[in-house]
């Protein structure tokens, strides 16, 4: 795929009509971040560098983030275990 395809279906992705299903953009990104900062702030070692088990959190709480706005999407419930599951065996690997 060349370099202005992949920003053709981008555009057409981002101003179709994924409103509908995921909500508000900007809501949903402003859950998102409500949610990421309270997560930082209460994370066992705050100083610390995030880690993969940090990031398979928070993509959890993206989805966690996107089942509140927009059309009910079974997706987001699926994709918020997957995200807990990993960050569960990674932090039991350490």
């Known amino acids: 795929m060349k370099v ?3 920003l053709s279906t ?5 101003d179709g009509n994924r409103h509908e299903k995921h909500g508000d953009r ?18 066992a070692e705050p100083t ?12 959890g709480l993206l989805k966690v983030a996107r089942t509140q706005s927009g059309e009910h999407n079974d997706d987001d419930y699926v ?6 599951a990993i960050a569960g065996e ?4 350490d």
């Open 4 to 6: 202005s395809e992949i």
């Open 10 to 14: 981008a555009a057409e992705i981002v």
């Open 26 to 43: 900007g809501r949903t990104l402003d859950n998102v971040a409500a949610l990421w900062n309270a997560y930082l702030s209460i994370r």
């Open 48 to 59: 610390t560098e995030l880690d993969a088990v940090d990031v398979a959190e928070m993509m």
């Open 79 to 84: 994709d918020g275990c997957g995200y807990r």
């Open 90 to 93: 990674l932090a039991s690997d």
